[in-house]
């Protein structure tokens, strides 16, 4: 498809649907009105549906759109010099004003159409959703507790490699409003918290996480140190998450202090060479936090192959908090499941549902 070429019938319906749905179902969820107004109009735009729907394959459009405009927000000059800057409080500094965002982010869309293009085209979602720890380490505890094994972490779509920091940050689980479980040092600078829901019991959390080996693997791993991919991780953060933008910079700092093994290429590929340098006496623990979605299914599977090949040698668990893997653009509620690989052979439980950004936690009964 070219630059300018348009949407056939069934395409435009299609990402219509992906729009409204955005809309509809996922800004609210997390708690986005901007995001729920600007994916409506979206929806109702076909020249904004065909500006996104040129996206990389296999990466969410909406989400995609919306990090490009604001990743040029974030750039400064000219770009927050457009009145579409006033709605972004982290680009303003000021409270968004009252009158609706769409017209002018319609205008700054197609002002700025090419350097839209050019992002959406070479980027892709690599959020490190440090929240998402909040589901982690419950997981994490209980692997430390079957293997009465120091943990070998291994990251699968690790973007920056911020979640593998998971024993450094504090955390607060919250059921009501009331303090259920807490954890981790005083001191740390990044501090996460969960509301607990249902009548499921979050599993025991261990005393002290023990962590021999941090690694992880990414296609297009994210260096921090890099102002433009700090701010593409910034972009990626939904406007009204204002708190999010200083978390990302604290859990960067903390990265700087105690750096993890950061491994770029196919995750398929790429994993057995790290699993061989990871501690025979520690317990074997890959995970993903919403990634396996943008792998292939050939790819999914060679990595499923190499965990039961590996288990042949030594126990290996799968802990993944993971879309339905489908359909990407039919998005919902994670899963939080641990897999056990023994001996070749793959046992899955089902832990939890969860929020996509760890805000909330319902554990299975």
């Known amino acids: 498809m070219s630059a300018r070429s348009g ?3 069934p395409r435009a319906a299609h990402y219509r649907d992906v729009f409204h749905r955005f809309a509809r179902v996922e800004s609210p969820d997390l708690a986005s009105p901007m995001y729920a107004e600007l994916a409506y109009g979206v929806s109702l735009d076909r020249e904004l549906l065909e500006l996104a729907a040129q996206k990389r394959r296999r990466q969410p459009a909406p989400n995609m759109l919306f990090a490009a405009v604001q990743y040029l927000l974030l750039s400064g000059g000219e770009f927050a010099d457009h009145p579409l800057a006033a709605h972004y409080p982290i680009v303003s500094g000021r409270d968004r004003p009252m009158q609706p965002a769409f017209p002018d982010f319609r205008n700054f869309c197609l002002t700025h159409r090419d350097e839209i293009l050019n992002l959406i085209q070479t980027h892709r979602t690599q959020t490190n959703v440090v929240r998402r720890c909040t589901c982690l380490l419950p997981a994490f505890s209980m692997v430390q507790q079957e293997s009465g094994l120091p943990l070998a972490l291994i990251d ?4 920056a490699g911020l979640n593998l920091n998971v024993d450094r940050y504090r955390y607060r689980y919250l059921r009501g409003g009331r ?6 040092r005083p001191e740390a600078r990044v501090a996460l918290e969960a509301e607990l829901r249902g009548g499921g019991q979050m599993p025991p959390l261990a005393d002290h996480l023990l962590v021999w080996f941090r690694g992880g693997i990414d296609l ?15 972009a990626l953060i939904w406007p009204e998450h204002v708190e999010r933008h200083q978390r990302l910079i604290d859990s960067a700092a903390e ?7 950061l491994r770029g290429g196919d995750a398929a590929k790429v994993l057995p060479a790290m699993i061989a340098d990871t501690p025979a006496d520690a317990a074997l623990t890959v995970y993903s936090t919403v990634a396996l979605y943008q792998f292939p299914a050939a790819g999914r599977e060679r990595i499923y192959q190499t965990l039961a090949e590996t288990s042949r040698e030594r126990p290996v668990w799968l802990v993944t908090l993971e879309l339905r893997l489908e359909d990407i653009d ?13 001996d070749g052979e793959r046992r899955r439980q089902l832990l939890a549902k969860s929020s996509p950004h760890g805000w909330w936690i319902e554990w299975a009964a």
């Open 179 to 184: 303090e259920e479980a807490a954890w981790g």
């Open 156 to 159: 699968i779509g690790a973007s």
């Open 330 to 342: 039919d998005t919902q509620e994670p899963t939080l499941a641990i897999t056990r690989f023994t």
């Open 7 to 9: 949407l056939d019938a």
């Open 255 to 261: 990265l700087a202090r105690s750096p993890i093994d």
């Open 220 to 234: 297009n791993p994210i260096d921090l140190g890099q102002e433009e991919e700090l701010r593409w991780l910034r």
